[in-house]
C-alpha cells in the first residue's frame, strides 16, 4: 500500500494569486471572473462623470470668484465625493479592498518619496512648458481665489479640506486605485495612461486638460512603481493645496 494511502491525503499546494510584473516592481492584481463587468461599470461612470462635467461647463456661466469662501462649496463637494466613493465600493464588491484600491503601504518610503518628487517636477515642468499656450488656464475652475477675505476664513479652511484632502483621497482611488487595478491586465501603459486621460477629461476643462492629463499619468507611473496609492494621495493633496495657498498669499 502506497504510504499516502493511510487515511491522509497529500497536502495539496495552494495556488498563488496573479501578479501583474513591472519593471522594478510586482504587483498583486486581483481576480475575478465578472471583471469585464466591472471594467465595463467603471468605463461607464468615469465617461458619465467626464461627460457631466464638460456638459456643465459649456452651458453655465463662469464660477463665482468666492467660491473658496462659501460652506455650501465644500457640502457640495463632500456629498459629491461621498457619492463617488459609494459607486466605487459597489462596483468593487467581492474583491478585496485593500489589493484592489492599492491601500498598501509601499516597500521602501524614501524609494516611493524619489518617484513622487519626479513625478511632482514632471508636472511643474510641462505646465511651464505649456504655459505660453494655455493662458488664462490657471482661472478656468474658478477654485483658486483671487483674494483673501478673512472674516471668511472658517469657509476658506473647510473648503481646503474638502479640495487638498477628501478630493484628492477620492480621485487617487477613482482612478490609480481602481481604476489602474481594472486595466491593469490589458497592459501597464495602457492602464496609466488610460486613467491618466480620464482623470484629466473628469475635470470638464478645456485649457487645462494637457497638464490635467500629464498630471494623472505622471501620478498613474508612481502608483505602478510603488504598488501603493498613498504617495499619489500625498502627491495629489500637496499640489491642491500648495495651490490654493499660493493663490491667497500672492493676493494678500
Known sequence: MDRFDSGRRAPQRTRAPPVLECRGMVSEIPRSPSRPWRLAAWLAFALAFAALG??????????????????????GAVIQYSLILGILLL????????ETFALHRPESWPRALGYTALALLT???????LSP???????????????????????FVAFFVAVAVVGPVVEELTYRGLGITLLAPYGRW???VGTGVLFGLAHGLLIDLPVLVVFGIAVGWVRVRTSSVYPGMLLHGTFNGVALLAS????H
Do not use: C
Not at 123 to 129: D, E, M, Q, R, Y
Not at 133 to 153: C, K, N, Y
Open 190 to 192: 495602457l492602464a496609466i
Open 54 to 75: 464638460y456638459a456643465d461647463r459649456f452651458a453655465g456661466g463662469p464660477a463665482p470668484k468666492d467660491v473658496a469662501y462659501r460652506y455650501s462649496s465644500s457640502i
Open 248 to 251: 491667497v498669499l500672492v493676493a
Open 123 to 129: 508636472i511643474w515642468g510641462a505646465a511651464g512648458i
Open 133 to 155: 499656450f494655455l493662458r488664462g488656464g490657471s482661472h478656468e475652475q474658478g477654485l483658486v481665489p483671487d483674494r483673501w477675505e478673512p472674516a471668511h476664513a472658517a469657509a
Open 91 to 98: 462596483i468593487a464588491r467581492g474583491l478585496p479592498t485593500r
